[in-house]
């Protein structure tokens, strides 16, 4: 069994629902912030799946980068 960009996208999706559901649900600014956390992380993990099978060269890995940075 091979690793596919399918399943990069699911766990992209799973830690981006985890993130929304922890800023929706939670009151305390320690914790929305650590969803905030999960939605960049699922972010990054679209940019080096879709540079990986999509021949973009660097430019998701440059963005996700970035997002390292911002965070």
């Known amino acids: 069994m091979e690793v596919g960009l399918n399943h990069f996208l699911v766990i992209s999706t799973l830690l981006f629902s985890m993130g929304i559901y922890a800023i929706v649900t939670r009151k305390n600014a320690i914790q929305v912030l650590m969803g905030v956390e999960l939605?960049?992380?699922?972010?990054?993990i679209n940019f080096i799946a879709f540079t990986r099978f999509g021949n973009?060269?660097?430019?998701?890995?440059?963005?996700?980068?970035?997002?390292?940075?911002?965070?």
Not at 39 to 44: G, R
Request: net charge neutral.
């Open 56 to 71: 973009f060269g660097l430019q998701g890995h440059l963005m996700a980068l970035f997002v390292i940075v911002l965070a």
């Open 39 to 44: 939605i960049l992380n699922a972010a990054n």
